[in-house]
């Protein structure tokens, strides 16, 4: 679809760049023959003024021969017809790499949909499955107790969470890529509040592991939208607490610059493979080989919603990983925006 395309919008190209030429060629081709014109009769009145009246009465001085003039409109008209050609093949080429260059945007959009839209449905399949088989099964069970159907209820309750908080973040991520920074509320916050607000939110979940999240905070202030910039420390640290081993360290760091203000957060987990970290911020995509086998839950769209948070923030979020030995993520703000 997207070569038919190019081949459609390169044709265009062609279209209009020969009707610019034709008609400037015709233009150019009027111009210089009336000059020839103009030669010619120039030539012939120089040439009978040099005769008195009566001389060669019955002569006529032929001041440019016929046969050149058709000569020359002949020559004009193959060099123009020649440079036509050669503009054509030359804008051919040309616009086929400018259409490929137009088409691109579109082409990658339009493979992010499809791959949006697929990856989406995979996902939603396998919840839905569940649910679907769970209460078919229980309604051919004649004997199905009300303890065995509440049981049930609260599995399935399990599932419509997570379809839950799946289709929360195909919503957050569709609305980051429509509105980038325009929906943003932005007030001055200082990067104590932020990081406390997040830990709070995650004690519970670390406590389960005993894991231990320590904070080095520079305090410092800055202007962004402090619920979006809680969610990205949120999702830092869960990410963190997810892969890290039990009784280990999560250590959050914050400092100022001139005009940037940074974040890190530091776990002792299994690390992520270094084939991987090209895409961790791609949707949908979890490490299989590093990080796989802590058989945490999750959608893989985490840290794809980070790297949209932060872009919206005009900041920058990178990472470090050694197998085995732990992960750094590293955010970027600048302080004023």
Not at 242 to 250: I, L, M, N, Q
Not at 326 to 331: N, Y
Request: include cysteine; charge should be positive; hydrophobic fraction near 45%.
């Amino acid at each position: 679809m997207f070569q038919k395309a190019r081949l459609k919008l390169t044709a265009w190209y062609l279209l209009i760049i020969m009707l610019v030429c034709f008609c400037l060629s015709a233009v150019i081709f009027r111009i210089q023959m009336s000059e020839v014109d103009r030669f010619a009769r120039a030539q012939r009145v120089r040439m009978e003024s040099q005769f008195p009246p009566g001389i060669f009465a019955n002569q006529v001085p032929v001041a440019v021969d016929p046969d050149l003039i058709a000569e020359t409109q002949m020559h004009l008209l193959f060099n123009l017809l020649t440079l036509n050609g050669i503009i054509i093949v030359i804008a051919g080429g040309l616009g086929y790499l400018l259409a490929g260059k137009t088409l691109y945007p579109i082409k990658i959009m339009l493979e992010d949909q499809n791959r949006f839209i697929s990856d989406s449905s995979h996902e939603l399949r396998t919840p839905l499955t569940s649910l679907k088989s769970s209460m078919e099964v229980a309604m051919m069970d004649k004997n199905l107790t009300l303890t065995e159907a509440k049981n049930l209820i609260i599995e399935n309750l399990d599932d419509v969470n997570r379809l839950q908080k799946l289709s929360d973040s195909l919503i957050q991520l569709t609305k980051g890529k429509n509105n980038s920074a325009q929906n943003l509320d932005l007030e001055v916050a200082s990067t104590t509040f932020l990081v406390k607000t997040s830990i709070d939110q995650l004690k519970a979940q670390a406590s389960i592991k005993k894991i231990k999240i320590r904070s080095l905070i520079k305090n410092a202030s800055l202007k962004v939208d402090k619920n979006k910039i809680v969610n990205l420390l949120v999702i830092l640290l869960d990410n963190a607490i997810k892969y890290s081993p039990e009784k280990s360290t999560v250590v959050v760091k914050s400092w100022k610059t001139k005009h940037f203000v940074f974040f890190s957060i530091k776990d002792q987990g299994v690390g992520i493979a270094e084939k991987d970290l090209p895409h961790i911020f791609d949707r949908f995509y979890r490490a299989d080989a590093s990080r796989s086998n802590a058989n945490t839950p999750g959608y893989g769209l985490g840290l794809s919603i980070a790297k949209l948070i932060v872009n919206e923030h005009k900041g920058s979020i990178s990472v470090k990983s050694f197998t085995k030995n732990g992960t750094i993520f590293l955010v970027k703000l600048p302080s004023k925006n």
